[in-house]
């Protein structure tokens, strides 16, 4: 028998959570990945969300928390080396519409760093399909907490779930296009 690597004991827990706020009717999970990529040997889990009443809205603002061991984090884990300190990469994105990027962007900025403590990096970045520029601009909201996160950290899955949580009804509530 395997003795599973702390990116799958995070995912299971990661992935119930969610599931568990699908269940009760919160959230809808509108997407996931789970990848296994040979070339890099990483594993990346994608799990991606909208809040409840607003699934049928394509502006709805959604949510993705993404995992990711990379080839460095796995074989420090199996092969047990001295003083590495194994785990994973986790980040929060957010989507969504903006109509006016140099209100809607500091705004935004504003609200994350208020919800979130300061704690992570917030980089938003934004798009739009040539053309259809007045139909809003997407922002994509990039949140990096630069540390790795292990087996320690489940208990603060909960906290990450709800700060998202009310990440995404903000902006729906005060930012969406």
Known sequence: MFDPTVYE?????????????????????????????????????????????????????????HLAAELEDLAAELLSRKGAEPGCALTVRFGFLVGDPSRDCPAVGSSLESIWSGRPLITQTLSYVFGSENEGWHNEVLLEFGRKVNESHLDDFEGLLEHTLLSLSVLRDNHAF
């Open 9 to 65: 004991n995070l995912k299971v827990v990661l992935e119930g959570a969610v599931y568990d706020l699908d269940l009760s009717g919160e959230i809808l999970v509108t997407n996931r990945s789970d990848v296994m990529d040979l070339s890099s040997m990483g594993r990346h889990y994608r799990i991606r969300f909208v809040l409840r009443g607003g699934e049928e809205n394509t502006a709805s603002p959604w949510a993705e928390l």
